[in-house]
């Protein structure tokens, strides 16, 4: 009788543990991985506010080029730079220490192969270290 228990507890565990592994790992706000690292996850309202708070630090300006929206060439926009990209760091993809403004020209060379920061050393979101 106690072997059945036992048996019956440890497959209430096992299927525990794998309904588990099949949902994934969650992140902020329950998010999976998945649905940071796609393009839904940019129309969030909390990406919005993060990135809005990570322009008004930087004044707006490309951490690389310094130039600012109205020093951009038609067509050219400042973007959000995730330096840990969302796939590989879906847990730092709202963290402001993980984030730097790039203008789309620099951002587009950056792409997802590089983890460089270009924020200045002083930089208030700069991870000390």
């Known amino acids: 009788?106690?072997?059945?228990?036992?048996?019956?507890?440890?497959?209430?565990?096992?299927?525990?543990?794998?309904?588990?592994?099949l949902?994934?790992?969650?992140?902020?706000?329950?998010?999976?991985?998945?649905?940071?690292?796609?393009?839904?996850?940019?129309?969030?309202?909390?990406?919005?506010?993060?990135?809005?708070?990570?322009?008004?630090?930087?004044?707006?300006?490309?951490?690389?080029?310094?130039?600012n929206k109205h020093q951009l060439p038609p067509g050219e926009y400042l973007n959000i730079d995730h330096i840990q990209s969302r796939r590989a760091r879906p847990d730092l993809a709202l963290d402001v220490t993980n984030l730097a403004v790039l203008c789309s020209a620099d951002n587009a060379g950056k792409g997802n192969?590089?983890?460089d920061d270009w924020r200045?050393?002083?930089?208030?979101?700069?991870p000390r270290g």
Not at 9 to 18: H, K, V
Request: with cysteine; aromatic share 10%; charged share 25%.
């Open 1 to 21: 009788m106690i072997e059945k228990i036992l048996l019956a507890a440890l497959l209430l565990l096992s299927l525990a543990l794998l309904l588990r592994l």
């Open 23 to 67: 949902r994934g790992k969650r992140y902020a706000h329950g998010w999976p991985a998945r649905f940071i690292a796609s393009p839904a996850f940019l129309q969030t309202p909390e990406w919005r506010r993060v990135r809005y708070d990570v322009l008004r630090v930087n004044d707006g300006r490309c951490e690389l080029c310094g130039r």
């Open 113 to 115: 192969r590089y983890a």
């Open 120 to 126: 200045h050393p002083s930089h208030p979101h700069r």
